[in-house]
C-alpha cells in the first residue's frame, strides 16, 4: 500500500515538474519572440523612439531626430559617451554583471537608488522600444531586447543608434540636436571638452537647462576631457632618479601646471584640426590670440631659455606667418593613433614629393609621408606637447624639436618632408621602404636629414629630407 502511494506521489510530483518546466520554456520562448526584433535597424534609421513618444512635447523641435551617422561626429563625441557611461562596452554583450553588482552594492549603501548600472546596449532598448516605469516585467523586456541587439548588431551600429535617440535635455533627443541647442555646431565640429560636457549630461539629461546642474556638469565633464587628453597626449612617466641624471633643467612645479594647462586649451581648440592635420596651417598669429598675455609670455620664455641652451641655427627660407591654404597640396596618408591625418605639402615640392611615394607604391614598398609642413603655432604646439611628453625635461625636449626660426618644415620655397612606413619595423638601414626612398629622393630633389649647419642641437633624422629645387 504504501509502495503504491509513493510510486503516485512520485509519478505526480515527476507530472508536476515536467510540466511547470514545459510552461516555463514555453513562456520564455513567448517572451522572447513578443518583443520587438531590431534586425532592420542594421540599415534603418529610427525617426522616433518609444521614449520620445511618451516623454516629448508634441511639435517641439528638439523631438525630430536628425540623424548624423558616427562617421560624421567627431571622435571625441564616442569615446567621451563611453567613458562616462559604459566604459566596458567594448567588452560585455550587452549586460555588464561587473557594474551591475557594483551598483547593487552602491545602492544598497546609500539606501536608495544612486546608479542604474545599465549598459549603453540597455539604455537603447529602453529608449527605443519600452516605457520608463520601473516593474519587473518591463526591465525583463529591456534585457531580451539588449541581448538582441547585441545579437543582430555590430557595437559600432549599436553606439551610433544610442547617440542619435539619447536625451539630452526636457525635450531635447539626440546627439545633432544637442551640439546645435548647447554649443551651434554640428557634431563634427565638437571638440574634447564639448563632447565632454555633453556626455556628462546622459545621467540627468532633465536638468541640462537649469543653471544650479550645470556647474555639476562642467565639473565632471572636465575630468572626462582630461582622461581624452590623456589618450591622445599622455604624459611620459619617468622616475626620478631617471629625472635628476638626465635633466638638468626640469620645469618647476609651478610651470609643469601652466604648460599642462596651455596644452589642454590648444587640445581643446584645435583638437579637430589636430586630428585631421590642419593643425599644421596654425600660425603664430592663430596660437598668439588664442592664449591670453600671461600664457604668450610663459611660451615666449620657455622658447628663450631653449635658444640659451644651444646654439641657434636659423634657417634662411620663405616664410610667411600665415600661407594661404592654395600654397599647398594635401596629402592623405594613415596614421597609427588618428587613423588617418592630411600633410600639407608646399606646392614647389608636390611633384617631387609624387614622384617619390608614386615609384615606390609600384615598387610594393610601404613608403608615406609622417610630416610636412608645419607653421608657428603648430611648432609651438609641438614643442609643449613633447615637453610634457618628456617629463618636464627642457633640455631633452629642445634636442628634439626645432625653434620656429630653425624649423625646415616651415619652409615654403625649400620645403622638408619627413618620409616613414606603415609596414616594416626595425633599424631603417635595413628596412626596403629606405632603401628605396634612398634611391629615388635624390632624383626627384632631395637631400637627406639636416644640412651641415644646422644639425647643432637637432637629433639625426634619416627619414627627413629637404627638396633642393632641382627636380
Known sequence: MIRRVLKRALKLG?????GVKLVSIGAVVWFWYATPDPSALKTADPQTTSFIQHRCAAGEPGCTLVWTPLSKMSPFVPQAVVLAEDIRFFRHRGLDFHSLWAALRLNWRSGKVVWGGSTLTQQLA???YLGSEKTVGRKLREIAVTLKLE????KERILELY??????GPNLYGVTNAAQHFFGKTPAELGP????YLASILPNPEHADEPAWKEKFANVGARLFDALLQSYLPPFRVTARDVLENCPDLLDAEAVRENDYIVAKIFSSFSNDILSGRAALVSSKDLSELLNAEENAFVGDLWEKVRKLRPVHAVACRREDKAPEDAFAAIVQPSALYGQRTYFIPKAAENGVASVLNGSRQAGRSLIVTSAYRAGGYQTYLFLATLRQNGYCLSRTAREVALPEESEHSCLDTPAVDFGTVSEDGPFEKTKAFADLSARAPDAGFLMSYPEGNAAGILYEPWHWKWTGKN
Open 193 to 196: 571638452l564639448e563632447a565632454s
Open 126 to 128: 529602453k529608449n527605443l
Open 151 to 154: 545579437r543582430k548588431l555590430p
Open 163 to 168: 547617440l542619435n535617440v539619447a536625451q539630452w
Open 14 to 18: 515527476l507530472t508536476l515538474y515536467l
